[in-house]
């Protein structure tokens, strides 16, 4: 497989975390491994996209030749807007059918859905009442998804970035890849991580973990596809909301869907710049071009020398033809596993026991450090 820089340079990711390792990890995997644990979680609402798939998903796969990896179906996340039952539990299916048809091995690494270890919840608690509201206040996705009725969105939805640091440090998780549109609640982890560890320095030390008891996690934010935008306007991101099916392609999508989204995605009437400096202030042309880019596993510097001063009809035809071959067999394979409900609930089962193993002693010391009695 040829790898662009920015993932390799994930893949060699080896830095020690500046912290000490709290304590054993768990389970750990039989190949001698730095101490970097990584976690990512994908929201079960329905219409996973190719956003989800280049930012996040084919990340995920990457990463897991080199570390640990907990990737997460997070379904107490997505009950923070009303999910009828059971459409979640069938979006739940789905994230983990795509987890899987892209690559994830659940044997070698854990996949669960988050509300089966409640480790989640109780520690979002404990950082509710770390964090503070200034900091909640600044989330700009809270703002884009409560929008002008503030007032009916709900508790959940203001202290969603608690959940999402509770997710992360429960497993002492060292890296976290993610699209860039989480990159502010990834800083508010690390803030949260750091004000835990200072304000609960004395016990911190007294239990035995003198550089501190959270690690202030990395996000990865890798790859020419970190943004990917709606194809039906460039300056908005591809979301799983747009009203518009036009604006998404969908990891279910057959070929002829994809075809067709690609065909009718808007442009600008130029022919493609052979240089990407050209792509500035082109944010559709752009757009396409990092998707190209990230289906193929190259950059864009690469795509434009061969594409540079194409016509856009030939270049949506070439990326059309990439787009099939990449995401239909996915999709069949995501497909197949969605007819085998049992199977895939016996997966994360799985992964959830697995999880608990290593969340349950974290969980357990962050209890004795805050002072709370437990048996
Ligand atoms: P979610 O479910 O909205 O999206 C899942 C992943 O897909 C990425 N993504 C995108 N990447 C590129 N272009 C896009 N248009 C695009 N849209 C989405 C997201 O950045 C994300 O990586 N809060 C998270 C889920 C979460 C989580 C966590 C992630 C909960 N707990 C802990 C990491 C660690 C979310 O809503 O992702």
């Not at 920015?6 to 990711?13: D, E, G, M, Q, V």
């Not at 970190?226 to 057959?254: A, C, P, Q, Y």
């Not at 099939?324 to 995501?334: V, Y």
């Amino acid at each position: 497989m040829r790898l662009i820089a920015p993932l390799r340079a994930t893949l060699a990711l080896g830095a020690r975390p500046r912290h000490n390792p709290p304590f054993d990890r768990g389970e750990s995997m039989q190949k001698a491994k730095i101490n970097t644990r990584v976690f990512s979680g994908v929201q079960p609402t329905g219409n996973l996209h190719l956003g989800n798939y280049l930012g996040a998903i084919t990340r995920f796969v990457a990463l897991q030749d080199a570390h640990d990896c907990l990737y997460c179906v997070v379904d107490l996340h997505a009950i923070t807007v009303f999910q009828d039952p059971e459409e979640l539990a069938k979006n739940t299916r789905e994230v983990t059918a795509a987890f899987i048809a892209a690559g994830i091995d659940p044997t070698r690494h854990i996949v669960f859905n988050q509300s089966q270890v409640s480790g989640h919840a109780e520690l979002a608690w404990i950082f509710n009442c770390v964090a503070r509201l200034g900091w909640l206040n600044r989330m700009t996705q809270f703002k884009e998804k409560a929008g002008k009725d503030r007032e009916n969105a709900s508790a959940g939805l203001y202290v969603y970035p608690n959940l999402m640091a509770a997710d992360i440090l429960l497993y002492h998780a060292t890296h976290v890849p993610v699209g860039e549109d989480q990159k502010q609640h990834l800083e508010l982890a690390r803030d949260i991580a750091q004000k835990f560890n200072n304000d609960f320095a004395k016990t911190i030390a007294r239990e035995g973990y003198p550089g501190g008891f959270f690690p202030l996690p990395e996000p990865l934010i890798t790859g020419p596809a970190t943004r990917v935008m709606s194809l039906r306007d460039g300056t908005k991101k591809m979301s799983k909301s747009d009203e518009s099916d036009m604006t998404r392609i969908n990891l279910t999508d057959d070929a002829d869907q994809i075809a067709k989204k690609i065909r009718k995605a808007k442009t600008d009437p130029e022919p493609l710049p052979s240089e990407v400096k050209g792509l500035e202030s082109r944010p559709e042309a752009d757009n396409l071009v990092g998707i190209y880019a990230g289906l193929a596993e190259t950059s864009k510097e690469q795509v434009l020398r061969e594409f540079g001063s194409a016509p856009f009809s030939k270049f949506k035809e070439a990326l059309a033809e990439l787009a099939t071959t990449r995401l239909t067999p996915i999709g069949a394979e995501m497909r197949r596993l969605m007819a085998d409900p049992v199977e895939i609930d016996r997966i994360l089962n799985e992964g959830a026991r697995r999880a608990h193993a290593i969340a349950d002693p974290i969980l357990a010391k962050t209890k004795d450090i805050v002072g709370f009695i437990r048996s």
